[in-house]
């Protein structure tokens, strides 16, 4: 049989696709889709302008809208305590029927529907629509987290370019099925997610780690494949974007096409893991055709010792004692040393913790602010309708590429260099005032500049604060504690979004109408005024928050000079004998202790390398 019929037969029988279905590459490939599909809020000013006008809500009443989109997005606490003790699929599916309901409600809302629902009312709507993406994160992100801790910058940066890009790909997609029809995009994000996560539900789990030998890198060549997949995704999506400007009219089949090829894009690399599996295969049925004359023998307490906390889905022992022995406070004042597994209340009462969460107020709840008002500021300034979704969309695109250009780059420097990734955090906060700087003065034709480096810098901050969290306080509780760091962002939203922001638009507009600010209803304001006063205090915010992340800096330079992974490998086995052709061929590298065995150690040597084969396609 030839080679390209033998891989063709090999890859077309069940026992390979269920191995496909089981391995950890599947699990990225099903966490971006579900990625993919988790930024729905990120698009909240495609559809602002229809809840103004049907509703006839003032630009504080929206900004308060907003603000509670940004509360259920960012507080994940429940979703980080429910992953503590149920299964990933569990957490999956209550995300699906969170959004489903949520943002249901809110396309019932705008079509009319249903009544006019009370603002409080709507405000539940939209929180609940938008904290399924913590459900969604939470399964995702700590699940792959936890299948590579030696590589958690790139997957967390990888996975959270993908929730940059999904603004653009939603835009894109409701071109296509429902044409330029801003109500029926909340209708898309309310069924598509939901379908997205069940589609997935089974197949995104921790699986258990094993560690590889000192000296051998990690394999992440399918990992920069992924990487140059989303690349030409994200590439795609800005040259669509350019076009679809360009043009004046865009007909309805040229968009249809358009998501098409998006759609193949987006399951490229579903080739990667197959390629990856296939390649895992060939190589183990060649070892098997050359077996060692070792027979490799692991105490079962060395193997029960390392997956004590663990049950079959990689969850935290249910022995813990639930989410109440989850939050004991024994010892609470008594850390461990940094990366180390720290309890939930060690970590929220540390120093590092409470500069994360200052940080995430000042830095995310800047940029949030930003990009929720983008459509009114673009309004403001009298730039064309079609421009301010050139804006949303760039935001989008430039999100994604913070987001993986910070999770790849600073994996690179941390492992090269020893750079810490506090620093890089640092970094990214002083750039984006250069973002708030330009809205505030209101440079003409600015607004593209600002929209490219807000969008870069707010994607960039999440690898890095998720990051960090995982490397300073270990991952025992990791799908907490990442949760806890990312809730402090709605909390700068309020004050900077609603309080500050939609206060001042409202007061010029009413000056502008010649009314009071409670009577403004849906009046536009006009102007670098509009925004100006309340940007300015967004920028020495920003600034206050850099201050404030050179502590973290300062107290994190010890730990970052040492090899922060160092717990992920175990010393090589030292063997010591030939196989039994007379060549050195087959070592073995386990934790555990190898045996070097006589005449009979080939045949003892092919089955335990066969029951080794077995368990890991069970797994």
Known sequence: MAGGEGAAAVMCTPAFVGRVLRSRWYVVFASMVVMAASGSTYIFALYSKELRS???????TLNTLGFFKDLGTNVGVVSGLVQQVAPTWAVLLIGAGMNLAGYLMVYLALTERTAAPPVWLMCIYMCVGANALTFSNTGALVACVKNFPESRGIVIGLLKGFVGLSGAIYTQLYLAIYGDDAKSLVLLIAWLPAAVYIFFVHTIRVLPYRRRAEGDEPNSRPFFCFLYISIALATYLLVMIVVQKQVPSFSHAAYAVGATVLLLILFLPLGVVIKEEYTAVSQLEESLQHPPAIAVEEPAASSAAK????????RDDPKCGGITGCL????????????????????????EMLVLFVV??????????AIDNMAQIGQSLGYPPKSINTFVSLISIWNYAGRV??????????????FPRPLALTAVLLVSCVGHLLIAFGVPQSLYAASVILGFCFGAQWPLLFSIISEVFGLKYYSTLFNFGSAASPIGAYVLNVRIAGRMYDAEAARQHGGNAAAVGDKICKGVTCFKHAFLIITGVTLAGVLVSLVLVWRTRNFYKGDIYAKFKVAPVVVTGTAADGSDRGREMVEGTATVTEDGGAKEGKKKKQDQVNDEEFN
């Open 405 to 418: 250009g910070a999770g790849y780059m600073s994996e690179f420097f941390v492992a090269r260099y020893r």
């Open 360 to 369: 995430s107020v000042f830095g995310i709840g800047g940029t949030l602010t």
């Open 328 to 351: 004991t406070v024994t010892n609470m004042f008594k850390p461990p040393a940094l990366g180390e597994d720290y309890s939930i209340m060690q970590a929220l009462v540390s120093v």
């Open 307 to 314: 997956d004590k906390d663990k049950d079959d889905d990689g």
């Open 54 to 60: 049907v509703l006839g809500y003032n630009q504080q």
